[in-house]
C-alpha cells in the first residue's frame, strides 16, 4: 500500500537537487572567525567546498560546514568527502615544503567518529619527510573537536618543462 503523503519519485528528485545546487543551509557554511577561502585553481576541489583555511602558530589548518550535500543518508559527511578534503589538507602541508607541480601518489586512512550535518570539519596536516622527488605527510580532521579521520599520504613532486628540482 503506498503512502498518500509521500512525495513523488519525481518531486524527491526535483527536491534534492535543489538540495545540491542552492543549498538551503549554505548561510551556515560561515566558518569560526580568522579562516578565509583557500585559493586555489583546482575546479574539483572548489565543487567540493566551501573550504576555508587559517594560519596558526602550529602551521595551516583547513575545514569546512558539513552542509546537506557534503552527507550520506544518514546525515553524516560521506567518506568520499572526508577523503577529498583529507587530500586537500595534505596538499598544503607539500605547499609548505615544496612548489607544485604534484600529485597524490598514496591516501591511507583511518575513520576514528562520525561528522554530523551542521558540524565544523577541520584539520591540520605536517610534512614528515621530503626527499627529492617525494613528500611524505600526516593529518588529523576532526568533527566540532571530535577525531575524525586519520589521514597519511605520499605526494609525488613532478618538474614543470625546464624546471630544475633542488
Given at each position: ?10 518531486a524527491?528528485t ?13 548561510v ?13 585553481s ?23 560546514r558539513a552542509?546537506?550535500y557534503h ?39 583511518d575513520f576514528?567518529?562520525p561528522?554530523p ?29 571530535a ?8 605526494f ?11
Amino acid at each position: 500500500m503506498t503512502d498518500p503523503t509521500a512525495a513523488s519519485p519525481a518531486a524527491q528528485t526535483a527536491e534534492a537537487s535543489a538540495d545540491l545546487a542552492a543549498p538551503a543551509d549554505a548561510v551556515a557554511a560561515t566558518p569560526p572567525p580568522g579562516f578565509e577561502p583557500i585559493q586555489s585553481s583546482n575546479p574539483f576541489g572548489g565543487r567540493n567546498g566551501p573550504i576555508f583555511e587559517r594560519r596558526t602558530d602550529a602551521g595551516w589548518e583547513r575545514g569546512f560546514r558539513a552542509l546537506a550535500y557534503h552527507c550520506n543518508a544518514g546525515g553524516v559527511v560521506h567518506g568520499g568527502m572526508l577523503m577529498t578534503f583529507a587530500d586537500i589538507l595534505l596538499a598544503r602541508a607539500v605547499l609548505d615544503v615544496a612548489p607544485p607541480p604534484f600529485a597524490t601518489m598514496r591516501l591511507v586512512s583511518d575513520f576514528a567518529g562520525p561528522a554530523p550535518r551542521g558540524a565544523w570539519v577541520s584539520g591540520t596536516a605536517r610534512c614528515v619527510r621530503r626527499t627529492r622527488s617525494l613528500v611524505f605527510v600526516d593529518g588529523l580532521i576532526a568533527a566540532d573537536g571530535a577525531p575524525a579521520l586519520n589521514v597519511s599520504g605520499i605526494f609525488k613532486l613532478r618538474r614543470r618543462p625546464g624546471a630544475e628540482r633542488p
